[in-house]
């Protein structure tokens, strides 16, 4: 697996460990999914990567992976790295970028390019469903980290999905200035991976991420048509869904408004944990400056596209730092909007070990996020395939009355409205998307876990027994609706801690 760098939730996470096993529930049959598959796209054509490898040698495979999740090497799967190259467009506006999202872009500059791919995928053909989901990755830490993969782990693999991780933007290949920086990251964090490890990664080079937009498209074209190297092995994807969260998200948006027209690329996107502004469309020989991509105008998903978005934020994205409310917009045919109770940006499940030893100065949140993105992912893909759309969720209830917008909190301190689950529906803690007073922007992004006392909760629950049956109750509540997977039953169920409850 190779040598793994240890950062925090928008850098790096600690190494894949062998964990969970497969459902059975999940995973897709080949022949039924060329059934349900939608009819051919015409796409335009266009130039692919050039893909080359499998890389080897040097520290191994340099990527942020989840503390726990499904063992890869046990559920049949393999893990690569290739190296993909090309000749990449920037792209400039025709007129300024509305807020409704209806970019009009044309090619601009050309530069070479030569970044590296993840690859992760079942090993028969016959365990692979037809999706590929392909992750922007993220560098808000200073390297590529993969955190969709991470609260996605699960059902990627019991489903049969392949994944496939692009390092899309500069400072993952050249290095730059960290945006959100921890304390474990120093002297790694914004080196790069040619820095990193010159033995596998010298040969790479990134023209700055104007470019970082076609770079996913080619990939995404090497995907579907390989040349003399195949990353995927042979499988036959039908169907490519886009996913990036935090920064990889803001990318996103203004890749589904103004690419994805002009290209027809993918065929679904998870937007995740956006904030209101998109991201520029950047400049050669730079990275995007995040920092002042968070203060930019609020922007919507465009409502024209002809594929299906869904977008999925936290407490932390709608109310807090990352300013999404302004950027709301009401459902359609095809797009979604879920906003989640009682989750952060970043989480404890996301962090793992990492979580007790960021010097936060209140337990990082442990809500239900990884649930909910998980029934996402499947809701997203049936609905490129069926054209059956995800259940409407409430949006969180927010006061704007005092001109700072905050959300609107039960007895409780837990948020109202959104999707709900057990952990706020049946709370033994307040689970918030905002962090303490004095916090570090990391922190600020994790959220925060406070224990409810003995006294309420013996206001709340006559004995152990009534908690664990109101806590069913919910999390069957949550599954009907949809924003849980019945595959994730006994682990919901399991979340359950009856121990802090009197009597």
């Known amino acids: ?54 890389l080897t040698g040097g520290q191994g495979i340099n990527l942020a992976t989840p503390v726990s999740g499904p063992s890869l090497e046990e559920a049949g799967w393999v893990e690569e790295e290739y190296r993909a190259s090309g000749t990449a467009t920037s792209y400039r506006a025709e007129g300024e970028l509305p ?24 090993a028969d053909a016959e365990g692979f469903n037809g999706t590929v989901v392909v992750e922007w990755l993220n560098v808000s830490g200073g390297l590529d980290a993969a955190p ?46 040619r820095n990193l490890d010159p ?9 700055g991420d104007a470019f970082a937009y076609d770079i996913y498209t080619q990939v995404a074209r090497a995907l579907r048509d390989p ?41 679904g996107f998870l937007v995740h944990s956006r904030g209101g502004a998109a991201a520029p469309l950047g400049e050669p020989g730079a990275g995007i400056d995040i920092a002042g991509t968070v203060g ?20 932390t994205d709608v109310a807090g730092i990352l300013n999404f409310l302004p950027a709301r917009q009401p459902d359609t045919e095809l797009f979604r909007l879920w906003e989640v109770a009682g989750t952060a940006h970043a989480d404890a499940y996301l ?59 039960d007895e409780n301190g837990n948020a109202r409205g959104g999707i709900r689950t057990p952990h706020v529906d049946v709370p033994t803690a307040t689970l918030s998307g905002e962090a303490p007073p004095g916090s570090s922007i990391a922190c600020l992004l994790f959220g925060s876990t406070t224990p409810l006392s003995a006294e309420r909760l013996a206001e709340l629950y006559e004995s152990p027994e009534d908690y664990l049956a109101a806590w069913q109750e919910a999390a069957d509540a949550a599954i009907e609706a ?12 399991a979340d359950a801690d009856p121990d802090v409850i009197p009597g």
């Not at 999202?101 to 090619?107: D, I």
């Not at 033995?199 to 023209?207: E, I, T, V």
Request: glycine residues 14%.
């Open 1 to 54: 697996m190779g040598r793994r760098l240890v950062l925090g939730v928008l850098a790096l996470l600690p190494v894949l460990a062998a964990a969970c096993s497969s459902g059975d529930d999940g995973t897709a049959e080949g022949d039924a999914a060329a059934e349900e598959a939608p009819p051919d796209v015409d796409r335009p054509e266009g130039p692919a990567a050039e893909i080359s490898g499998p």
């Open 99 to 122: 807020a409704d999202g209806t970019y009009a872009l044309v090619e601009d500059a050309r530069a070479d390019y030569a970044t590296r791919i993840v690859v992760r995928r079942p």
């Open 148 to 193: 969709d993969f991470a609260y996605m782990a699960d059902e990627l693999v019991r489903g049969g999905y392949a994944w496939v991780g692009v390092s899309a933007q500069h400072i993952g290949v050249e290095g730059g200035p960290v945006a959100v920086g921890v304390e474990a990251g120093e002297g790694i964090a914004g080196q790069g991976l």
């Open 482 to 493: 949809g924003f849980v997977l019945e595959d994730d039953r006994e682990a919901l169920l």
């Open 296 to 315: 930019g105008p609020p922007t919507r998903i465009r409502t024209d596209l002809d594929v299906p978005v869904l977008v999925l934020e936290t407490e």
């Open 227 to 267: 040349g003399d190297t195949d990353p995927l092995g042979g499988l036959r994807p039908e169907r490519l869904l886009a996913v990036g969260e935090s920064q990889s998200g803001f990318a996103l948006t203004t890749y589904v408004n103004g690419v994805q027209p002009l290209t027809r690329a993918f065929d």
């Open 351 to 409: 962090l793992g070990g990492l979580a007790d030893g960021l010097g936060c100065p209140a337990p990082v949140n442990d809500g239900p996020h990884h649930y909910v993105v998980k029934a996402a992912l499947r809701a997203l893909d049936t609905w490129v395939r069926t054209g059956e759309a995800p259940p409407e969720a409430d949006r969180l209830e927010v006061d704007e009355s005092g001109g700072t917008p905050v959300l609107v909190r």
């Open 199 to 207: 033995a596998r990664y010298g040969d790479l080079h990134h023209p």
